[in-house]
């Protein structure tokens, strides 16, 4: 009995598997302060932080923001009956005092969060309102990655309490009892909307913002597909 082999074709097709390194929270800091011009945060920042500021302020806006080891950018921001800023930057070089500048004299609370295993920023989300649940989102687009960011409030909230997310600084006022900023973040090992909120006792007005922290895409080895005819 004899086999003809009319004809046969191989392929072999490889390529890396991808997956998503892991963003992680580092360390956060907050101050505020009635009337300045600029106001200092001291915070440990390591080398390769990801720094993410958000500034609550009445009566003017922020003109820059120095001393976090790299060149800070402004990545959102919105106006309610106050407005909250976000400002950001990667691959901090270390420091110990983060300061923002205003551009004229304010009121002002902010507070600074440290990042490990950021690869950029991405999406951001704003949202302002009247009531007793801030809240803000953005959209992922990486598993395991991070939004980051706060809200600024008028007085008596009353008790905050996480929704979505992890509250770094809950309703923090220190000097002003007229302002107050709650900061913090949230994660998801999925992509798509992810959303950062608390809830408060009291009615207030809000405004928030929030930043995406993507992680790397790290190899998982590698996958193949064989095909033949």
Request: hydrophobic share 45%.
């Given at each position: 009995m004899?086999?003809t082999l009319l004809?046969c074709?191989l392929?072999?097709?490889?390529?890396?598997?991808?997956?998503?390194g892991?963003?992680a929270f580092?360390a956060?800091?907050?101050?505020?302060?009635?009337?300045?011009?600029?106001?200092?945060i001291?915070i440990?920042?390591?080398?390769?932080?990801?720094?993410?500021?958000?500034?609550?302020e009445?009566?003017?806006t922020?003109?820059?923001?120095?001393?976090?080891g790299?060149t800070?950018t402004?990545?959102?921001t919105v106006?309610g009956?106050r407005q909250?800023?976000?400002w950001g930057c990667l691959?901090?070089?270390?420091g110990?005092?983060?300061?923002v500048?205003?551009?004229?004299s304010?009121?002002?609370?902010v507070?600074?969060?440290?990042?490990t295993?950021?690869d950029?920023?991405g999406?951001?989300?704003?949202?302002?309102g009247i009531g007793?649940?801030p809240?803000?989102?953005?959209t992922?687009q990486?598993?395991n990655g991070?939004?980051?960011?706060g809200?600024?409030m008028d007085?008596?909230?009353?008790?905050c309490?996480?929704?979505?997310?992890t509250?770094r600084?809950s309703?923090?006022?220190?000097s002003?009892?007229?302002?107050?900023?709650?900061?913090g973040?949230?994660t998801s090992?999925?992509?798509?909307?992810?959303?950062?909120s608390?809830?408060?006792?009291?009615?207030?007005?809000?405004q928030?913002?929030?930043v995406?922290l993507?992680?790397?895409?790290?190899a998982?080895g590698?996958k193949?597909?064989l095909?033949?005819?």
């Open positions: 004899r086999r004809g074709l392929v072999l097709l490889l390529w890396p598997g991808l997956g998503w892991a963003v580092r956060s800091a907050v101050n505020d302060a009635a009337g300045v011009t600029a106001i200092n001291t440990a920042l390591n080398a390769g932080d990801t720094v993410v500021v958000t500034v609550d009445a009566l003017s922020v003109s820059s923001v120095t001393g976090a790299c800070m402004q990545k959102a106006t009956v909250t800023e976000i691959n901090s070089s270390g110990s005092t983060v300061t500048n205003m551009v004229g304010a009121n002002v609370n507070s600074v969060h440290a990042y295993g950021v950029a920023f999406n951001t989300g704003t949202n302002s007793t649940n809240t803000v989102s953005a992922l990486d598993a991070y939004i980051a960011g809200f600024g007085a008596a909230t009353g008790a309490s996480a929704q979505n997310g509250i600084h309703c923090f006022f220190n002003q009892a007229s302002q107050l900023l709650t900061s973040d949230n090992g999925a992509t798509g909307a992810l959303t950062f608390f809830t408060t006792t009291n009615s207030t007005n809000w928030g913002a929030v995406e993507r992680p790397p895409a790290i998982t590698r193949f597909l095909l033949g005819v």
